[in-house]
């Protein structure tokens, strides 16, 4: 998980303790994933097991200090060189969600795909708001929060794409349905036996 | 507040008999002052056909247009072209400005052409220029801008004279996604300002500019989001 990365690249600044690094972590994140204090001393003592931070005493206040090791060092290098791994896609809710919509029979399609529709563009609204403000700032943590935020409206963004495309499918794959020309072949013969 | 712009039950019609087009089936729909709505649909839902029914470019088959509460039928077709220069401002995605006018012409030309005196017809266009950030740009021609000047240009003739209903068709379609985005930044800033303003787009991204987004489809209005609440994410510190 990344989080155990994270506090490593945040060691390799300088020693930190706890807190230190859970506020730096959700400043540069934007509090987009938040992280419990608990979380983080529990990956912290994993990393010590591992050996890739070490104790370096307490600071006048009590507060443990944590530092990285050489080994942590060559760990934050090898995250940073390596792409983020894509071998399997991670699992979709909503590309499931409609791949058996479209096939359980009695499912209002449309419905489902509009209902998504509003509710991604109505977190996409929220995102653009958060960037409004994020942008105000000039320091490079406000970057780092802005394009956290750019990564999500870009998804969102796909996501809406997406939905539309699906859209646009189902309604070809409507008009294309045999059954579909049946009825309306059915329908010009009433109308001419009607006009007869 | 009251609405800048309210739409009630409207329907329009193109054609007869076989060839009958149904662009608009009874829709209504209202803007209010400081709030930007964005109409999104796929081509041919009828967006266009609002937003030229909301400018009092076209008129509705039945139902009601009004803006600042003046009925648009009622005024006749030189009372909309008035209220075109003074209460109602439109950008068109094609930007739409007059080659042999330079930017501040192009601006003022609203104004005088209502009767306001030539220098302070230039004053007005000049301050809307600023306030679009190309002051500078002035006294140039529409040939020597880039497409996000000239669309600025569009803006700031959209806006001159402190008109209360901004309308915009697609205005960031010939554009790239950084001077897409900053013609946003504009819209919602004049909306932010007092104004009432509906944007008509299909990308997403810009639509999540305003305040409500209204889902056109066949001619009706099928769905709408607005609620509120990124400060209730903020001070809950999480987004979703
Ligand atoms: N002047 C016109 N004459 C006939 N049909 C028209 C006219 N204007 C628009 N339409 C039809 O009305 C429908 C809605 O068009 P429009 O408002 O331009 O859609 P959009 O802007 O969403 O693409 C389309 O089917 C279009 O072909
Ligand atoms: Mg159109």
């Given at each position: 998980?990344?989080?155990?990365q994270?506090l490593?690249?945040?060691l390799?600044?300088?020693?930190?303790?706890g807190?230190?690094?859970?506020?730096?972590f959700?400043?540069?994140?934007?509090?987009t994933?938040?992280?419990?204090?608990?979380?983080?001393?529990?990956?912290?003592t994993?990393?010590?097991?591992?050996?890739?931070?070490?104790g370096?005493?307490?600071?006048?206040?009590g507060?443990?200090i944590?530092?990285?090791?050489?080994?942590?060092?060559?760990e934050?290098?090898?995250?940073?060189t390596?792409?983020v791994?894509r071998t399997q896609?991670?699992?979709d809710?909503?590309?499931?969600?409609?791949?058996?919509?479209?096939?359980?029979?009695g499912?209002?399609?449309g419905?489902?795909?509009?209902?998504?529709?509003?509710?991604?563009?109505?977190?996409l609204?929220d995102?653009?708001?958060?960037k409004?403000?994020?942008a105000e700032g000039s320091r490079?943590?406000?970057?780092?929060?802005?394009?956290?935020?750019?990564s999500?409206?870009?998804a969102a963004?796909?996501?809406?794409?997406w939905?539309?495309?699906?859209e646009?499918?189902?309604?070809?794959?409507?008009?294309?349905?045999?059954?579909?020309?049946?009825e309306?072949?059915?329908?010009?013969?009433?109308?001419?036996?009607?006009?007869? | 507040m009251?609405?800048?712009?309210?739409?009630?039950?409207?329907?329009?019609?193109?054609?007869?008999?076989a060839?009958?087009v149904?662009?608009l089936?009874?829709?209504?729909?209202?803007?209010?002052?400081?709030?930007?709505?964005?109409?999104?649909?796929?081509s041919?839902?009828g967006?266009?056909?609002?937003l030229?029914?909301?400018?009092?470019?076209d008129?509705?088959?039945?139902?009601?247009v009004?803006?600042?509460?003046?009925?648009?039928?009622?005024?006749?077709?030189?009372?909309?072209?008035?209220?075109?220069?003074?209460?109602?401002?439109?950008v068109?995605q094609?930007f739409?400005?007059i080659?042999?006018?330079t930017?501040?012409?192009?601006?003022?030309?609203?104004l005088?052409l209502?009767?306001?005196?030539?220098?302070?017809?230039?004053?007005?266009?000049?301050?809307?220029l600023?306030?679009?950030?190309?002051?500078?740009?002035?006294?140039?021609?529409?040939?020597?801008m880039?497409?996000g000047?000239?669309q600025?240009?569009?803006?700031?003739?959209?806006?001159?004279?402190?008109r209360?209903l901004?309308l915009a068709?697609?205005p960031?379609?010939?554009?790239?996604?950084?001077?897409?985005?900053?013609?946003?930044r504009?819209l919602?800033?004049r909306?932010d300002?007092?104004?009432a303003?509906?944007?008509?787009?299909h990308?997403?991204?810009?639509?999540?500019?305003?305040?409500?987004?209204?889902?056109?489809?066949?001619?009706?209005?099928?769905d709408e989001?607005g609620?509120?609440?990124a400060?209730?994410?903020l001070?809950a510190?999480?987004?979703?």
């Open positions: 998980m990344s989080v155990r994270a490593l690249a945040l390799e600044e300088e020693p930190r303790y807190y230190q690094l859970r506020a730096q959700e400043q540069r994140t934007g509090s994933w938040p992280l419990n204090v608990g979380q983080v001393y529990t990956t912290l994993r990393l010590e097991r591992d050996g890739l931070v070490e370096a005493g307490e600071d006048g206040e507060h443990v944590y530092r990285i090791t050489d080994a942590g060092r060559a934050v290098a090898n995250w940073f390596t792409p791994e896609p991670p699992r809710e909503l590309a499931i969600k409609l791949a058996l919509a479209v096939t359980v029979p499912v209002d399609v419905a489902v795909i509009q209902q998504q529709r509003s509710a991604t563009m109505a977190a609204q995102y653009t708001r958060l409004r403000r994020a490079r943590e406000d970057l780092a929060w802005s394009l956290v935020l750019d999500l409206v870009f963004e796909a996501e809406v794409r939905l539309d495309h699906c646009a499918r189902l309604r070809r794959a409507q008009l294309e349905r045999p059954e579909a020309l049946l309306e072949i059915l329908a010009e013969e009433a109308d001419e036996e009607a006009s007869r | 009251s609405a800048v712009l309210r739409m009630a039950e409207v329907t329009r019609v193109h054609g007869e008999g060839t009958e149904h662009a089936r009874s829709v209504s729909f209202a803007a209010h002052p400081g709030e930007l709505v964005a109409v999104m649909g796929p041919g839902s967006k266009s056909t609002l030229t029914l909301a400018g009092g470019l008129g509705p088959t039945s139902g009601v009004s803006v600042e509460g003046v009925d648009l039928a009622g005024v006749g077709a030189a009372g909309r072209a008035r209220m075109r220069r003074t209460s109602i401002g439109y068109f094609d739409n400005l080659p042999a006018l930017a501040v012409e192009n601006v003022a030309l609203p005088e209502d009767g306001v005196r030539s220098r302070t017809a230039r004053a007005g266009a000049r301050a809307a600023e306030e679009v950030g190309i002051a500078d740009l002035a006294d140039r021609f529409p040939d020597h880039s497409g000047q000239q600025r240009v569009a803006i700031a003739r959209a806006v001159v004279g402190d209360r901004i068709d697609e960031t379609g010939a554009l790239d996604s950084e001077t897409g985005e900053s013609i946003l504009l919602r800033a909306c300002a007092g104004a303003g509906v944007l008509v787009t990308e997403a991204r810009h639509a999540a500019w305003a305040d409500r987004v209204v889902f056109l489809r066949d001619g009706v209005v099928i989001t609620a509120d609440h400060d209730a994410l001070d510190g999480r987004i979703r």
